[in-house]
């Protein structure tokens, strides 16, 4: 079964400083990956999808995440944290011809002044 | 461009009474649609998930239901609510077809008294 690992609950960074989510996941087969974030009291709002046309996606906000099958790893990245970017995020995975999307625990970003 | 509303943003109802959340999409035909519930410091757990008219597909066995009545419409119930209810209820939309991500509303806060 398939399923995404996310590593740390937590990441606190200073503001300015990179950001690094980790995400993990497992599958059979070719996974469609996809990070999103999810403000205080709103849904969630999809930052990238990977889709196998390339192994560094970018999305919105100035963050990007790279695909690594040999590590089964999509981590999430943005060179300079802003204020702004205080939220949750979370990893999450579709088995390729599926529709049903599985996420991961989230991580939760602390920007600091 | 497609939107997704749900309503209400917050509401709290006493154990044992009845539950009815909706949500509707506009702009797109044939979506698949989602409920979420996200319970304090947890994830998404996926309650509900539905491809067409009627056509209702269960994850998790609860004292909910959900219903399809027309294309873009979704509704959660509850004939009697447990204090385990409570939490953050999302509805999500996803272009029918696979590998293809979510789109959320802003959610509902349920708080059981």
């Known amino acids: 079964a398939q399923s995404v690992t996310q590593l740390g609950s937590h990441v606190s960074v200073s503001e300015g400083a990179l950001v690094l989510l980790r995400c993990n996941y497992s599958s059979s087969v070719p996974p469609y990956l996809f990070w999103y974030v999810q403000y205080p009291n709103q849904g969630l709002q999809l930052l990238l999808k990977y889709t196998s046309a390339a192994t560094l996606v970018k999305g919105i906000n100035g963050f990007e995440a790279e695909f690594k099958k040999s590590e089964t790893s999509f981590h999430l990245t943005k060179p300079s944290a802003h204020m702004s970017d205080a939220a949750e995020y979370f990893c999450a995975v579709i088995e390729d011809g599926g529709f049903k999307t599985i996420f991961g625990a989230g991580t939760r970003l602390f920007v600091k002044a | 461009s497609q939107t997704i509303h749900q309503w209400p943003a917050t509401l709290v109802q006493p154990v044992g009474s009845p539950l009815s959340l909706e949500c509707t999409v506009e702009g797109t035909s044939n979506p698949n649609l989602y409920w979420y519930r996200q319970a304090a410091g947890r994830g998404l757990q996926l309650l509900f998930y539905s491809v067409g008219i009627g056509q209702i597909s269960s994850e998790v066995p609860q004292n909910l239901s959900a219903s399809r009545p027309q294309d873009r419409q979704f509704i959660l119930s509850s004939k009697k609510l447990l204090l385990s209810d409570s939490g953050f209820y999302l509805c999500?939309?996803?272009?029918?077809?696979?590998?293809?991500?979510?789109?959320f509303g802003d959610g509902t806060r349920l708080s059981i008294l």
């Open positions: 999500a939309w996803s272009v029918l077809g696979a590998n293809q991500p979510q789109h």
